[in-house]
């Protein structure tokens, strides 16, 4: 390898990498969602005398900027429902999209939950027992794995989401290494 050739190979793989760490904390994020709202929340109602009286005396000492920041969080929190709804609403289009054009699509409702049970209620991945299940196709539908009872398997959002697009056998490579 070159000098310019390694050069231009550390770019590559600092980018590649950026976007992978911004990806994954954002995943965590999605994921941990309601964790990280009730620390706040438990922060917040502990410190509340503390953070209302400093909060008070910023108002006091600084009006115009508490008349901006306003203005400006408003502007913020509609620009992300903007962006966010669209996104959802995106997202689940195709979600719902691949179930229709997989090659079988017939799980049912019924099937779903006997197979929750049959795991009893546990991720198939991380053997956790799980507040929010997904549904986790072992051959991805992305891939063309159908959306029928033997390709679904129950999975917590995490396992679900570092899955992603992997088989099976890849993904269980990826989690606990090559034979
Ligand atoms: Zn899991």
Redesign the pocket.
């Known amino acids: 390898m070159t000098k310019e050739e390694r050069r231009q190979y550390n770019h590559d793989y600092h980018l590649v990498h950026i976007d992978k760490a911004h990806q994954q904390s954002h995943e965590y994020r999605e994921i941990h969602r309601d964790e990280i709202n009730q620390r706040q929340r438990i922060y917040c109602q502990e410190h509340r005398d503390k953070i209302r009286q400093q909060n008070r005396i910023y108002y006091w000492e600084h009006p115009e900027q508490m008349q901006q920041y306003r203005l400006a969080t408003k502007q913020r929190r509609h620009d992300y429902s903007v962006a966010h709804h669209n996104e959802h609403h995106v997202a689940r289009r195709k979600r719902r999209a691949l179930k229709a054009n997989a090659p079988v699509s017939d799980l049912t409702a019924l099937q779903w939950e006997e197979r929750v049970t049959e795991f009893n209620g546990y ?6 027992s ?1 507040n929010v299940i997904t549904q986790d196709h072992m051959t991805p539908l992305t891939r063309s794995g159908s959306h029928t009872l033997s390709n679904v398997i129950p ?2 959002p ?3 989401s570092k899955k992603n697009k992997k088989t099976l056998l890849e993904y269980l490579v990826y989690a606990f290494g090559g034979p």
């Open positions: 991720c198939v991945y991380c053997l956790k799980m999975s917590c995490s396992c679900n």
